[in-house]
């Protein structure tokens, strides 16, 4: 085999695992953006907090794509879903166009627990 084949060879096998290791830092990229919503406050235009962030939903390519936020005042109202593109980040947390009669409105977001 001369040197030629070889470093082609060489470069192939590079390319196919590129991939593979980024891997880990993607999963850890994606992983620290959703931490980066969690335990935000939510408020509306006017200020009024709606919420706090408890967790955060990822699109298929992993990177957030719902809030979901615990009403203030009433744990067990449930939570409720908000996209977090429609989320404006602030010194305090964010804030959403929605008014709080317009949260307060929306359905309970019911969350399917992974079976222990």
């Known amino acids: 085999m001369g040197p030629m084949t070889m470093l082609r060879l060489v470069l192939a096998a590079a390319l196919l695992t590129a991939p593979l290791s980024i891997l880990p830092a993607v999963a850890h990229a994606q992983a620290q953006a959703a931490e980066a919503y969690q335990g ?20 298929a390519r992993g990177r957030p794509a719902q809030a979901l936020v615990r009403v203030q005042g ?3 109202a449930g939570l409720r879903s908000l996209a977090v593109a429609g989320l404006v980040a602030d010194a305090g947390g964010f804030t959403t166009p929605l008014t709080k009669a317009e949260f307060d409105a929306m359905p309970a977001v019911q969350l399917d627990e992974p079976a222990a």
């Open 74 to 76: 009433h744990p067990s």
């Open 40 to 59: 935000r406050t939510v408020r509306d235009a006017k200020g009024v907090v709606l919420g706090v962030i408890e967790k955060v939903v990822l699109d």
